[in-house]
């Protein structure tokens, strides 16, 4: 049986994937396309999980975004946003042209020793100080370049801003505002290379309801989350989205 083109065990799944990765955005601020891109693939063809996951993560990252937008670092916000709007365009011929295989595995790989490096108690890191503005470009345009290739462009984010050492409120934000932007250059640029079919946006229309009750949720149990524990989970969401990126390229 089939709602809108799409399978009830699909959808089913779909669902869940949904509610998960919408309480993991709204809680670190980032991690719905890092969690949902390879969950959803495994049920549904590549392209269309870019789709759904594109669509969805709009909507979350704009509602983070919006409660919190007080908190947002402008400036971090265009630098990061203008470098990843140049790159997209990269980003979707490599998408039509490169292995999607070959592409998991690279991301996977970088995401995992991002989120080690992190999780190693022994490294004490220190927030650094003011950076060149070329170099907070080009963190946008790599995010930019992953975003329209994989619809997973959080890990070049996470580490920047990690290392940029802003608090909770300001990371969740700042993260935000910048996929929000993103998501909505890279759906035009998929509207336009006509990516986005029907059978993609009934799956979103129909587990936009869990995706919205995961992010109450998480939204809730953010506001209970002591900084250290913030830290942790962002690289543990880091970390997991990285094996499940490896994992995904060798499954096919």
């Known amino acids: 049986m089939t709602v809108w083109g799409v399978h009830l065990g699909v959808l089913a799944v779909l669902a869940v994937i949904a509610l998960a990765a919408g309480f993991v955005q709204s809680t670190a601020g980032f991690g719905f396309a890092l969690l949902a891109v390879p969950l959803m693939a495994l049920v549904v063809p590549p392209q269309t999980a870019v789709v759904i996951v594109f669509l969805h993560g709009t909507v979350s990252s704009l509602l983070t975004a919006g409660r919190h937008q007080g908190h947002i670092d402008r400036t971090e916000t265009w630098r990061l946003s203008t470098g990843a709007i140049v790159a997209m365009p990269l980003g979707a011929l490599i998408l039509v042209t490169a292995s999607p295989g070959v592409l998991r595995i690279c991301l996977g790989v970088a995401t995992c020793t991002a989120a080690v490096w992190m ?5 004490k890191r220190r927030a650094v100080g003011e950076v060149r503005p070329v170099t907070t470009y080009g963190v946008g345009a790599l995010s930019g370049v ?3 290739a994989l619809a997973t462009n959080g890990p070049p984010l996470v580490v920047y801003l990690r290392g940029r050492g802003l608090p909770t409120d300001a ?3 700042t993260i935000s ?3 929000t932007i993103s998501n909505l250059v890279g759906l035009v640029i998929l509207a336009l290379s006509g990516a986005i079919h029907t ?3 009934a799956a979103f229309i ?3 309801v869990p995706a919205l009750v995961g992010w109450a949720a998480g939204n809730a149990a ?9 830290i942790h989970l962002v690289d543990i969401v880091l970390l997991t989205s990285g094996v499940l990126s490896i994992l995904r390229a060798f499954i096919g």
């Open 199 to 201: 059978v993609a946006v």
């Open 119 to 123: 999780l190693l108690p022994a490294t």
């Open 177 to 179: 505002a910048v996929f």
């Open 222 to 230: 953010a506001g209970r989350l002591h900084n250290h524990h913030f």
């Open 146 to 148: 992953l975003n329209t």
């Open 171 to 173: 990371f969740r934000a």
């Open 206 to 208: 129909l587990t936009l």
